[in-house]
């Protein structure tokens, strides 16, 4: 996570500064395009944030699918699996690369829903005690359905999230949206590795199949 602070500054500086209306003092609830509450009466900021929630849970499904897809298809006797040829000491396996997207997912959620991180996420490590395939597929697709809550909440200009030790904005400017976007981010920064993973292991990622 630390090692993407460089370029990830830049990349929220220009989201939060493009959709800073997505804040504005509005209750939650997912809102569809084209449905009529985005067409009747509202001011534009009203409107604008439920554009901004539905176009990132839109991004977060698509996300979704293509991670969990991916971390299904890799074989449950592979998922102790870390690369030997190159430069890869002290890499994380498959299956903790899994559970670090999940817990960074719930750590960053819980700090745009003012709640404490979890307990269990460790230092973005994830529970000790969800080892196998099945476990670690549950603690996933569980991390994006909380992300999707925190999702859900932006909108309300008048709440202070929580600031993240994972995090390298401050607390003076971090956002819902800003956290969620970091947390997408940082999922396909690891959907990359999950997807060298995978090949090395002669599998073809579900995406890239005909």
Known sequence: MKQLKWIMLPLLWLVCSCGALAQADQPSGRVLVGS???HAGGNDATLD??????????????????????????????????PTDGEFKGV?????????????????AAAALREEP???????????AIRTKAEILE???GS??????AIDAIGDNNVTVKS??????PANVATRLSFTVEALIHAFDHYGQMVEYLRMNGVVPPASRP
Request: hydrophobic share 40%; net charge positive; proline share 9%.
């Open 118 to 128: 979890p307990t269990d996420a460790g230092d973005e490590v994830g529970p000790p």
């Open 36 to 38: 009529p509450q985005l």
């Open 144 to 149: 994006f359905v909380h992300l999707g809550k």
């Open 49 to 82: 944030a439920q554009r901004e929630r539905r176009a990132l849970q839109i991004l977060l499904r698509s996300v979704e699918k293509q991670i969990v897809s991916v971390a299904d298809a890799m074989p449950a006797d592979k998922y102790g699996f870390t």
């Open 139 to 141: 603690y996933l697709n």
């Open 164 to 169: 993240s030790p994972i995090s390298p904005l």
């Open 92 to 108: 994380r396996t498959f299956g903790q690369q899994v559970k670090h997207l999940a817990a960074t997912n719930y750590i960053l």
